[in-house]
């Protein structure tokens, strides 16, 4: 019968109960948000005349003890004592006796569980922005280099028109900016206290909540009690935001693992960010970019999990949202490891430019070109010219070249308004060049487009 809850019971919890109903395997991890919070909460109790001074003296006092406790590991975690806001409390009164029993006074577990977590989360959301601007820093370094380098530009895996490596990295730039933004944003929208909600209704206690939201870091306190204590979208948000920014790198993995491959050849990875083959001596695998991959579907069970944790619950706290952390731990987790090591395998692999270009040799890139030259040059509408270019095709493929090696007189053959000057637009680099619209695959666009990445990362 040592539970704090334990008042109304004439007999102890099983065994059982504790093992299922326990948090505190996991919630420890929230330590340090959880005595600050407590901290924040007994100067603002002293501060209202609600405890003496001296009762807030020894509470922080037994408080610090406590922290210097968990951080040396000498503090016993106990399952009975079912998480870790009972378990400092309990250990707080018995380290200072009666002035411990008054701290929980105006608080509940729903407000602290909220605070403490949304604290948590809230650090994490820096520290996945700081995380992925150094991944974006690497990724732009290999952009910067690679503004000429030609490769095809693809759609349903095709060739479709050549563009350069830089330009195609930049896409995955725009994608991790857009990510940063997003955490960024989820942020500012979740910055507000729960503290001072008590267990859903407020209190009767004359509380000062605007001073515990500033003492935390919080931009303001919350509007509606019952909400706080009974909302997760702030842990929805940053489930969602890790999902898509794992998407996005697992389309890039997606591609690594390709590029690595003997038919594509345009990048090898670093040996030590490549694994063998316990049969096969001559194996080099792309592990890193496959586990990114299969690690991404990790991040969407938590997210999936969570929000079919919270799709029928009743206002306000209900248990069920005691399952909100494990998946949000797990994610940033896998968050934070994926981001340093794809950092690492970009940092260190070698680009095969030579291997992109000749890639570009085939497939017909330049067919686009034709089309465009035939409407520009020689006023042929574009339906018609999307017709005479796939003749232009059709000859190449009979003669076994790519059209931009066709020679003229095979073109002229088809349509005799096809000048000497069509040569130059058939030159794959030019092609490339040509496309100069905003956000286009020029070199000059290129360079702009990683000018405002750079200008973004401040490098
Ligand atoms: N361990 C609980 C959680 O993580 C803390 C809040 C419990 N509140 C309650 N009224 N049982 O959600």
């Known amino acids: 019968m040592d539970k704090m809850w334990s008042g109304r019971f004439s007999a102890g919890a099983s065994s059982l109960l504790d093992e299922f109903n326990a948090s505190i395997m996991y919630d420890r991890k929230l330590y340090k948000e ?64 009666d002035a411990g029993k008054k701290l929980h006074t105006a608080r509940s577990r729903n407000d602290q569980v909220a605070v403490d977590f949304r604290r948590w989360v809230l650090k994490r959301d820096k520290d996945i922005v700081d995380a992925l601007k150094l991944l974006m820093k690497e990724v732009l370094v290999v952009a910067q280099k690679h503004t000429t380098t030609l490769i095809p530009g693809m759609t349903h895996l095709q060739h479709a028109q050549p563009t350069n490596f830089g330009f195609h990295l930049g896409a995955y730039l725009s994608m991790f900016k857009r990510d940063i933004k997003r955490f960024e944003d989820s942020y500012k929208r979740n910055n507000v206290s729960p503290l001072g909600c008590a267990a859903l209704a407020g209190t009767p206690h004359n509380i000062d909540r605007d001073m515990t939201a500033q003492m935390l870091g919080f931009d303001s306190v919350s509007v509606n009690c ?10 929805l948000e940053i489930l969602f935001n890790i999902s898509t920014m794992m998407m996005h790198i697992s389309r890039l993995s997606e591609e690594l693992v390709m590029w690595s491959s003997y038919e594509f050849g345009f990048v090898e990875l670093s040996d030590e960010y490549s694994t063998g083959s316990s049969i096969m001596p001559q194996k080099k695998n792309p592990d890193v970019p496959e586990l990114l991959r299969g690690k991404t579907g990790r991040v969407y069970g938590s997210l999936m999990g969570l929000l079919t944790v919270m799709k029928g619950l009743p206002l306000a706290y209900n248990k069920d949202t005691q399952e909100d952390k494990e998946g949000v731990f797990d994610s940033v987790e896998t968050a934070l490891l994926s981001l340093e090591i794809l950092k690492e395998a970009i940092k260190t692999m070698e680009v095969k430019a030579h291997n992109m270009q000749k890639a570009c040799s085939v497939g017909h890139l330049a067919a686009t070109d034709l089309a465009d030259y035939l409407v520009e040059k020689c006023d042929i509408p574009f339906r018609e010219a999307h017709f005479i270019t796939g003749r232009a095709v059709a000859k190449s493929e009979e003669l076994n070249i790519d059209l931009s090696d066709i020679e003229l007189s095979y073109l002229q053959e088809i349509d005799k308004r096809i000048k000497e000057d069509v040569l130059e637009f058939l030159v794959l680099k030019n092609s490339m060049n040509a496309r100069t619209s905003a956000g286009g695959t020029s070199t000059i666009r290129t360079k702009e487009q990683l000018e405002e990445f750079s200008n973004f990362l401040k490098i």
């Open 34 to 97: 959880d005595i600050e919070g407590s901290l924040a909460h007994a100067s603002m109790l002293a501060k209202q005349e609600i405890l003496t001074t001296e009762e807030l003296r020894q509470i922080t006092d037994g408080l610090s003890k406590i922290m210097s406790e968990i951080e040396s590991e000498e503090f016993e975690w106990n399952i009975s004592d079912e998480d870790l806001h009972m378990a400092i409390e309990k250990r707080l009164t018995v380290l200072i006796g």
């Open 226 to 235: 019952l909400d706080t204590v009974s909302d997760r979208d702030f842990a």
